[in-house]
């Protein structure tokens, strides 16, 4: 009797690398074609799986997905739940966004969407960085010139 594995809900970006093969990409969805089915890299055909479905993997320069199962993948960064610490507003974070809202900052805290300050999610302290600053003075200086208009 074949037994359902309990499904692990990774959300569609989250970047992973299979563990047997190498491979890195993002999770773009899931399913449930079981002709596609691989276990550690290779095709399964239309052997019973004791998988409901499997993700789909985007690989950067690779125009087909590629399939696994979660046994098979290495989470790398998972999109999260964050609460920005300078404003206090909860959002999404959009892996693969660099310097841009709800993304990443070269400095590796999330951007927060509202008031464009970053936060790395380690304790309530507010660190100093550059290029927080060169985000909120562009952003006054956009709502300067509106304002005036």
């Known amino acids: 009797m074949s037994k ?7 959300p569609n970006g989250t970047m992973i690398r299979h563990k ?7 999770i773009d969805g899931t399913t449930a074609i079981r002709a596609c089915f691989t276990a ?3 095709l399964l055909g239309n052997a019973a799986s004791k998988h409901a479905f499997q993700y789909r993997v985007s690989v950067a320069g690779e ?9 098979d993948l290495e989470i790398l960064e998972q999109a999260a739940q964050v ?16 310097g841009k809202p709800r993304g990443r900052c070269r400095c590796g805290g999330w951007i927060c969407p509202i008031c464009l300050s970053c936060w790395n999610g380690e304790g309530a302290e507010k660190r100093a960085c550059v290029n927080e600053r060169k985000r909120q003075s562009k952003k006054l200086g956009v709502k300067g010139k509106n304002a005036s208009a």
């Open 40 to 42: 550690g890299g290779e």
């Open 20 to 26: 047997t093969v190498g491979y890195t990409g993002r």
């Open 4 to 10: 359902v594995i309990e499904a692990l809900a990774l």
């Open 63 to 71: 125009s087909l997905r590629r399939i696994a199962p979660a046994e």
């Open 83 to 98: 609460i920005c610490a300078s404003c206090g507003h909860s959002f999404h974070s959009k892996l693969g966004f660099e």
